[in-house]
């Protein structure tokens, strides 16, 4: 099958009960076991049946299964948000002692689990630029166990070349590769047929598409997923009610679609304000002046709904914009259907010093635009009446 039917076909459940057409939401904690030694076996041997839903739920499931068809994987698992994901992937393949690598462009809220928790349980880092596979290989240490990276990354764009980092992280056997593939979805690029080990998602963002629920979710193969599940997600307990993850399959049903619209608008977007005489710059992977067009041209199959853009007059010039678009929403987040706008210093990359932020293009003029699926014409529109108030 080709994306588009499996968006909608793959692991798609109809209810064998009543012929529901659309799959039934199982919204319950916990489950009815058949006799006691049934009980004892199924506790022990969580992939049997159903014991309670910080295990596993069917619903849950359901959406598990269409994540790891969708990312060639073995096995997929859905938990709260990206954040619940993203920690509980990296709590499962470190220890105290490791040494982690990770890219200097990553969402801030990753950074800050990174930077401010993980030391205090004797992890060391180093932060290289991901863009550049060498930097990333001369970091390596003995102790290093996880290379982190984020592509494309949140919120200045850059694309890490995948393959070519795991053909150094290969070199190691300790070593997990986990990629953060939140801004690309599932539909314009698989990370782990590229050799990463593990792919994590914020599905808050385009793989729900509707901004209802906050979720996400990790892919790799069943081994490592297992040990997320147990005892990882067990113990951290971030897991997904089986509502949102209900709600998510709805949302994914329109993926391929909603991506196409995301790509082809924002390009419209990035092209218009290029040009434009307010904006300085323009961080996009579509635009042929971005470092990493070449490396997202070989790596994706499009270049995705998100760009940032540094404005001329600082944070003035970004106030006036924000506190006058109307098509746009002023709100963090991203991948809904509808446009959004926000100010990555100061919202998605609080965690980060000003000068942590300077050093790697988060200026304080830059806004952060999730170019939704409304006519390309409206959005410029709406831009365009916001920046000649500056
Ligand atoms: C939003 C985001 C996250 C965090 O996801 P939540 O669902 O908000 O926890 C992680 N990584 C990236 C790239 C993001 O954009």
């Not at 030391?119 to 630029?129: K, R």
């Not at 979805?185 to 590229?194: A, F, I, T």
Request: proline share 5%; with cysteine.
């Amino acid at each position: 099958m080709k994306i588009n039917t499996e968006v909608l076909h793959a692991e798609q459940m109809h209810d064998p009960v009543t012929g529901s057409h659309v799959s039934p939401l199982y919204q319950t904690s916990t489950f009815v076991l058949p006799n006691f030694d049934d009980a004892v076996y199924l506790n022990q041997n969580i992939d049997k049946g159903f014991v309670y839903s910080r295990f596993a739920n069917p619903t849950v499931d359901e959406l598990e299964k269409k994540i790891a068809y969708l990312e060639h994987a073995e096995a997929a698992l859905g938990l709260s948000s990206g954040l619940g994901a993203i920690s509980t992937a990296i709590m499962s393949v470190i220890k105290g002692g490791d040494h982690v690598i990770f890219g200097d462009v990553i969402y801030g809220c990753t950074f800050a689990l990174f930077t401010k928790i993980l030391p205090l349980f004797n992890v060391e880092y180093t932060i290289v630029d991901t863009t550049k596979p060498e930097a990333l290989a001369a970091a390596i240490k003995p102790n290093t166990t996880l290379v982190y990276v984020e592509t494309p990354s949140n919120p200045t764009l850059k694309v890490s070349d995948i393959a070519a980092i795991a053909e150094i992280v290969r070199q190691h056997k300790d070593i997990t590769m986990i990629v953060d593939s939140t801004f690309a979805s599932p539909y314009l690029q698989n990370p782990l047929d590229l050799g990463a080990d593990l792919v994590v998602h914020s599905a808050t963002k385009y793989l729900c598409g509707h901004g209802t629920v906050t979720a996400g979710v990790i892919a790799g193969d069943k081994k490592r997923i297992d040990r997320c599940r147990m005892p990882y997600l067990q113990c951290f307990g971030a897991v997904l009610d089986p509502f949102a993850a209900w709600q998510i399959m709805q949302g994914m049903k329109t993926l391929a679609v909603r991506m196409e619209r995301h790509c082809e608008n924002a390009l419209k977007v990035a092209q218009y304000l290029e040009s434009h005489p307010k904006v300085d710059k323009v961080y996009y992977p579509g635009l042929p002046s971005h470092p990493s067009h070449a490396t997202a041209k070989k790596q994706m199959r499009g270049f995705g709904g998100m760009m940032s853009v540094d404005v001329k007059g600082g944070m003035d010039a970004v106030r006036t914009v924000m506190n006058n678009v109307k098509v746009f929403s002023l709100a963090t987040s991203l991948g809904n259907v509808d446009s959004l706008i926000q100010h990555s210093p100061s919202m998605s990359h609080f965690d980060m010093t000003a000068e942590e932020r300077h050093a790697v293009s988060i200026f304080d003029g830059q806004v952060r635009l999730s170019v939704g699926i409304e006519d390309a014409e409206d959005l410029i529109a709406d831009l365009e009446q916001a920046l000649a108030l500056i």
